[in-house]
């Protein structure tokens, strides 16, 4: 089974960065995807970034692109978030997430979730 830890979460000030960790394992080729979800206090899960694990274009949320990347070691699969210029609006837990017959908004096509990791701006 895939098991997903992520950690680097913490507090920043507004406009600051933090970089983001998803230890991986078990992954194989048939995972196909993996990403970055965010739950606000009060809202929904949200995507915010993923990323086909055979290469390709990753796709961003409209709220974060141009500010966070994400990327993908290849030797072990770990899946990192570099969040720069991080707005009050960011703070959520960040969930890692993987396998899914396609890269999808809809958290529903992820079979393996982290726990997930905070992320706080003040």
């Known amino acids: ?69 994400i990327s993908q070691d290849n030797a072990d699969y770990t899946l990192y978030l570099q969040m720069n210029s991080l707005k009050p609006e960011d703070t959520a837990m960040y969930y890692c997430a993987a396998e899914a017959p396609y890269c999808s908004t809809d958290a529903s096509q992820f079979k393996y979730w982290g726990r997930w990791t905070q992320v706080t701006v003040s």
């Open 1 to 69: 089974d895939v098991q997903l830890v992520e950690s680097w979460g913490g507090s920043v000030q507004a406009g600051g960065s933090l970089k983001l960790s998803c230890a991986a394992s078990g992954i194989t080729a048939s995972t196909n995807c993996m990403g970055w979800f965010r739950r606000a206090p009060g809202n929904e899960r949200e995507a915010v970034a993923f990323v086909y694990t055979d290469g390709g274009r990753p796709w961003y949320a409209d709220s974060v692109k141009g500010r966070f990347t």
